[in-house]
T-cell receptor
């Protein structure tokens, strides 16, 4: 079945550091890929998405590129802020007509001043 | 409403009691999902409703779990005879049609603690 593997956390960075959170997936066909973020005490929010190979999703300074050849969708940000402290989830779904999101276990990011 | 609303936000119950968790999806969203988030685990799919179609219940962990969606809007997740392993955050999400195009919008969750 489909699966998503994320780098294990927690990840602790200093403010303005570069962030990478690795995500790889196993799926048949051509899934859509997502990053969700969960800030402390809040629900999951969609951060960015990519629906086909080589697409780049971006939002709030975060980027991720859909790499079919390496089945990856790594999340990056050039300069993190304290307000980026949250848990980040990589997820996939099998095509536009599908409905069941498959999530990774999440990576907790803490950014210190 | 403006977002997915879940109630209660926190629930503490005694082992063996029944609990009901409520989800009010975004107005106009035909798809509704329940997920469970356990400590140290990812999000586990529980059930999916789409319009008037029969729900996909394949993720429900046991027959103590059930869910219904009335009038295509509000949904209730019921856990009967709660066990300590049911302690988790229960998340509801909704989307237009399916989530494949734009993902799904999540509520803040209900934190269930079984003591």
């Amino acid at each position: 079945g489909d699966s998503v593997t994320q780098m294990e956390g927690p990840v602790t960075l200093s403010e303005e550091a570069f962030l990478t959170i690795n995500c790889t997936y196993t799926a048949t066909g051509y899934p859509s890929l997502f990053w969700y973020v969960q800030y402390p005490g809040e629900g999951l929010q969609l951060l960015l998405k990519a629906t086909k190979a080589d697409d780049k999703g971006s939002n709030k300074g975060f980027e991720a590129t859909y790499r079919k050849e390496t089945t990856s969708f790594h999340l990056e940000k050039g300069s993190v802020q304290v307000s980026d402290s949250a848990v980040y989830f990589c997820a996939l779904i099998q095509g536009a007509g599908s409905y069941q999101l498959t999530f990774g276990k999440g990576t907790k990011l803490s950014v210190i001043p | 409403g403006a977002g997915v609303s879940q109630s209660p936000s926190n629930k503490v119950t005694e082992k063996g009691k029944d609990v009901e968790l409520r989800c009010d999806p975004i107005s106009g969203h035909t798809a509704l999902y329940w997920y469970r988030q356990s400590l140290g685990q990812g999000l586990e799919f529980l059930i999916y409703f789409q319009g008037n179609s029969a729900p996909d219940k394949s993720g429900l962990p046991s027959d103590r779990f059930s869910a219904e969606r009335t009038g295509g809007s509000v949904s209730t997740l019921t856990i009967q005879r709660t066990q300590q392993e049911d302690s988790a955050v229960y998340l509801c999400a909704s989307s237009l049609k399916s989530a494949g195009g734009s993902g799904a919008f999540f509520g803040q969750g209900t934190r269930l603690t079984v003591v």
